[in-house]
């Protein structure tokens, strides 16, 4: 299956003091992830872009230069770094790397060697992309609703326990790679269809 994947461990022994962070409805942790922000809005400025004269020189070549799929990686596990931080699925600050070794919550996307012209002439209108993945779109706003709500839950057992629920990691992550997968059929990183799935496990990780 040529589909992106998010890649974890579990966060056994979460940190207290981050976890109350969280509980104050996320404000702080939000706070500090404002220079992360900042630079996500510049990518995914520049990953539309991308993306969008990427599928013009799919639809004229049949084939997707690696410079654009690099930087639509960079996007998509940037992002992905920073929601498993966000989210208390690691305490370690996402780093200003874009291939850091070892990342608790990190992805890899696929490598599409044979992209079709026919989905990148529809993505170059963006429209007939976007109105096949509609039905995703639904399912990931309630996803998020959940996620919102069990990360919550999440910090206030971390706080008071010091340990985290795996369903509610494995949820977010699942969650996650959704979104991933989602955004990597968008962006032409492969014509493979995203399943509607949440299937997913945490790997056996190299530690940093």
Do not use: C
């Not at 706070?31 to 990427?54: D, E, K, M, Q």
């Not at 996307?109 to 096949?132: D, F, H, M």
């Not at 039905?135 to 839950?153: A, C, K, Q, S, T």
Request: glycine share 8%; charged share 10%; hydrophobic share 50%.
């Amino acid at each position: 299956m040529n589909q992106a994947a998010v890649r974890y461990r579990y966060n056994e022994q979460p940190s207290r003091g981050l976890a109350v962070a969280g509980m104050l409805f996320f404000l702080p942790k939000a706070i500090l992830l404002i220079p992360h922000a900042i630079i996500l809005s510049v990518l995914g400025w520049l990953a539309s872009i991308v993306a969008w004269i990427g599928f013009w020189i799919v639809a004229f070549t049949g084939r997707m230069p690696e410079g654009i799929s690099s930087l639509l990686d960079m996007d998509l596990r940037w992002v992905t770094r920073t929601t498993g931080w966000f989210a208390g699925i690691t305490d370690a600050y996402p780093p200003f790397e874009t291939d850091p070794a070892g990342y608790a919550f990190d992805a890899t996307t696929p490598q599409n060697e044979n992209p079709s012209r026919g989905w990148a002439v529809a993505g170059i209108t963006w429209v007939v992309k976007s109105l096949a993945l509609f039905p995703h779109f639904i399912m990931l706003f309630i996803l998020y609703i959940g996620v919102i709500f069990g990360v919550w839950f999440g910090f206030v057992q971390a706080a008071f326990t010091g340990r985290l629920s795996t369903a509610i990691q494995d949820y977010v992550a699942g969650t996650a790679q959704w979104y991933l997968r989602v955004m990597a059929w968008f962006y032409g990183l492969t014509d493979e269809y995203p399943p509607f799935s949440m299937q997913i496990g945490p790997e056996a990780l190299p530690t940093v």
